[in-house]
């Protein structure tokens, strides 16, 4: 198993340039996540999903947009980077919901110039 | 939503000693409180969690306690090793989401 993965794990864009991050997993779990982790914050909610094609908004969802077309992948798009949006993102996934155990990726490390 | 806060934001102990780190949370409704440690370039990995109707739960030399009408819960770590060190993160579940605390960076010296 691999467990969770998430594509690519760098990346540099230019203000204005879009992207998608990737994140799939191999564990059957129905609920995904994606957060952004910056210095002296700690991890920030973006969008979650409880299920394949449903998404849900976190604490910091603007800017972000997301699609769960399938259970094992969960996309992050950026339609207008800006330089906020620096930061490292990981996804996560669990069986069932908040009273699990969320197993995290190894994170995309993103920059904004 | 949840408010989570963590103390303190970094702290270094030697190898061998114990530390602490604390968290309060403002919701009284959360019933599961884990904790991760995330090594340097990695996501954060689940060490130890505690669930409401418990009050301390211990795996080999981590232990967490919880103490829900103060709203706050501690992770104790005893006879530290170098391997140890990493940031270290509380968090506690409101609805289908979970909030994180700021995280601690735990340095130990040899």
């Known amino acids: 198993n691999a467990g969770v993965t998430q594509t690519p794990k760098f990346r540099v864009l230019k203000t204005g340039q879009s992207m998608t991050l990737l994140c799939a997993q191999d564990?059957?779990?129905?609920?995904m996540y994606w957060y952004r982790q910056d210095p002296g914050m700690g991890l920030r909610l973006i969008h979650y999903s409880v299920g394949e094609g449903t998404t849900a908004k976190g604490e910091v969802p603007d800017g972000y947009n997301v699609s769960r077309l399938k259970k094992q992948n969960f996309l992050l798009g950026l339609e207008s980077a800006a330089p906020s949006q620096t930061s490292v993102y990981f996804c996560a996934s669990s069986s069932r919901q908040s009273s699990d155990t969320q197993y995290f990726g190894p994170g995309t490390r993103l920059t904004v110039l | 939503g949840e408010n989570v806060e963590q103390h303190p934001s970094t702290l270094s102990v030697q190898e061998g000693d114990s530390a602490v780190i604390k968290c309060t949370y403002s919701d009284s409704a959360s019933n599961y409180f884990p904790w991760y440690k995330q090594e340097l370039g990695k996501g954060p990995q689940l060490i130890i969690d505690i669930r409401s109707n418990v009050g301390e739960k211990k795996d080999q030399r981590i232990a967490v306690t919880l103490n829900k009408t103060a709203k706050h819960f501690s992770l104790h770590i005893t006879e530290t090793q170098p391997e140890d060190s990493a940031v270290y993160f509380c968090?506690?579940?409101?609805?289908?989401?979970?909030?994180f605390g700021s995280g601690t960076k735990l340095n130990v010296k040899p």
């Open positions: 564990m059957n779990h129905e609920y």
């Open positions: 968090a506690a579940p409101n609805f289908n989401k979970f909030y």
